[in-house]
């Protein structure tokens, strides 16, 4: 990512107007973007992230979260949100956790955003490009934004974990529980369930697929046709 000075302009009814201001802080240059559907754009600490969406392991993980969440979720009337925006509630900054539980009237930032103290829970799934983020940066992020729980997959770990975030302070989670992929992980009250984490290891066993090969099987027969 490289940063420069941005020079935008604005136009009306009576056609383009002189520049517009440089944005000066990570949260002016964010507004200033246009919508991209294919990247996420975060603000963590004060610093700009720009990211692809999942790749099949990644998304297959969160479509089980919402496979194993949906029902407590839906017991409790509260909604599940896929790649939910968020803003924070002590700092303003927007995220995008992975999935996010909350009630249905949970606070707006806006239209289109949740405050963080609205929700119940966010899960994020840990991606090589997102090592430091998911692992360092948001726990304490969402603690100080009043979310209660924070759940993190990590299929890169090794070997692979499930971490559940809890019990949150001005500094952070006071509560961390951690289990082996495959494990089942107690999520408490309010949400109040048992997390099998073993669904995470079926999906984290697709192996990479390349072009197919153009080199001859020495193991196959000659062909019998009619010589050309």
């Not at 009306?12 to 507004?31: C, H, I, K, N, Y």
């Not at 983020?133 to 990590?154: C, Q, S, T």
């Amino acid at each position: 990512m490289t940063s420069g000075a941005i020079s935008l302009t604005t136009q009306g009814q009576g056609g383009p107007s002189a520049p517009a201001r440089a944005p000066t802080t990570a949260l002016e240059f964010v507004a200033s973007l246009p919508r991209n559907p294919h990247m996420r754009v975060e603000v963590i600490n004060s610093r700009v992230i720009v990211s692809h969406w999942g790749n099949p392991r990644h998304s297959r993980i969160i479509s089980l979260l919402v496979t194993l969440l949906g029902p407590v979720a839906d017991a409790r009337g509260w909604r599940v949100w896929p790649s939910l925006d968020v803003r924070t509630a002590h700092t303003c900054e927007p995220l995008i956790p992975d999935l996010a539980i909350g009630p249905k009237g949970a606070p707006r930032w806006g239209e289109d955003e949740i405050l963080s103290n609205g929700l119940v829970l966010v899960a994020e799934v840990v991606s090589r490009s997102s090592v430091r983020e998911d692992r360092e940066d948001k726990p304490v992020i969402y603690a100080k934004g009043g979310v209660p729980f924070m759940l993190v997959v990590d299929p890169i770990a090794e070997p692979p974990t499930v971490t559940l975030w809890s019990d949150p302070g001005d500094d952070g989670y006071r509560t961390v529980t951690k289990v082996k992929m495959g494990e089942e992980l107690p999520i408490p009250h309010p949400v109040d369930c048992a997390l099998d984490t073993s669904a995470f290891i079926r999906a984290d066993r697709s192996r990479p697929l390349g072009p197919p090969s153009t080199a001859p099987d020495p193991t196959a027969p000659a062909p019998t046709g009619p010589p050309t």
